[in-house]
């Protein structure tokens, strides 16, 4: 479980709490804040405004999607390129046809596809081409999804707003008492304090996290499709090792008896 969402959501409710009740005076003042016809219009609004952007599919599976950010991206990036290494000195040693046999043991599907393809012959561009159009296609479908929090992120604040001037008009439509005008006032406004809770807490966050993952995902994939087809190009252990460390930030490298030795020069 990626522990980062969850404290960072329950604490931003809890400062968010704190400040109210502090305001207020007492616990029983978190009342000014709520209001069922405000609620309905920005929650409703945003949500329902949201369905309309998208297909029904991508809308429950956009909802779904808030659960990914509090799940633990599973990606070791120095233990995958370890593990790239060794298939290199495999196949330097047995031939690339030893592949097979070691794709076996993989656990990653996109990993053991490009070892599959290598296997069989494929020339290195198809291979690249295949792997590389395997990519795009999960990074759009990841991008699909933050897209629908960025969406509702934005009709959040604009739907608050709305509520907000269905408030006022209310308000400004009846002022014969004076004494009514500060809590009429006080109701328009919630809707935007709502519409605000719901972008900067929720939406904003999500898709932000869901992004953060989908680089780390891509990023893992450019290693391996470099990876595998410079095992297929026959080059030395240690010079695919380099190249694919290049990809990470040097504190995020494995050292030279970590990466498998290198292999044979």
Known sequence: MDIASLVGMLVCLGLVLYGMINSAGSVSGLGYFL???SALI???????????SV????????LKSITLIFKQVNVNVPE????????????RKEGLLSLEEAAGNLEDDFMKKGIMLIVDGTDPELVRGILETEMNSIDSRHKLRSGFWDTMGAM?????MIGTLVGLVCMLNNM?????????????????????MLANWVCTPT???????NTIEMQAKEIMIEGLLSIQAGENPR???????????????????????????
């Open 156 to 160: 959040g604040p604009a739907w608050g």
């Open 55 to 62: 297909s029904m599919a991508n809308f429950v599976g956009g």
């Open 42 to 52: 920005t929650f409703g609004g945003s949500v329902f405004a949201t369905m309309m």
């Open 176 to 196: 014969s008492d004076p004494t009514t005008i500060g809590p009429k006032m006080g109701v328009a406004l919630i809707t935007t304090f709502y519409g605000s």
């Open 80 to 91: 995958m390129i370890t593990k790239i290494i060794e298939l290199s000195n495999v196949a």
């Open 35 to 37: 209001d069922p016809a």
């Open 207 to 213: 898709s932000n996290k869901l992004q953060a993952n």
């Open 239 to 265: 010079v695919i090792e380099e190249k694919l460390k290049s990809f990470l930030s040097p504190n995020e490298r494995p050292s030279q008896d970590e990466g498998g030795g290198g292999g044979e020069a």
